[in-house]
């Protein structure tokens, strides 16, 4: 599903929708990839402390960061991982130069009340 917006776009989607068609045998979560599977994504700009913090305090990872290899965010890292209530979570960092093209977008269309005088 694509929102409507005058904004270009700063991922190749806005928003996903998942509908679930099928209960899982043992309660285990569900491969990512999987019909059945839903998470939540966080745009980060260092994923490895995050990692080392969640860790640390106790989080469970699906998998290490990770190097994308290709797509929108290539040259980036990702890694999944479970709250506490077991829902699947994810850290994505985009590559240094998405990440700053990123970051000059948001300043740059950030609303006035919120721009420096």
């Keep these: ?30 491969p990512v990839n999987q019909v059945g599977s839903a998470h939540l994504g966080f745009l980060v700009d260092d994923i490895a402390t995050l990692h080392d913090r969640v860790s640390l305090g106790g989080g ?19 890694c999944y991982f479970h709250d506490p209530d077991g829902n699947t979570l994810e850290f994505i960092q985009p590559s240094p130069a998405r990440l700053l093209e990123l970051k000059s977008y948001l300043e740059d269309h950030a609303a006035p009340q919120n721009k420096p005088h």
């Design 1 to 30: 599903m694509k929102i409507p917006t005058t904004l270009p776009a700063l991922s190749t989607h806005d928003i996903e929708l998942i509908q679930y068609v099928a209960h899982g045998i043992d309660g285990s979560p569900s």
């Design 60 to 78: 469970t990872f699906r998998n290490p960061p990770t190097r994308i290899t290709q797509g929108a965010n290539e040259g980036g890292w990702a």
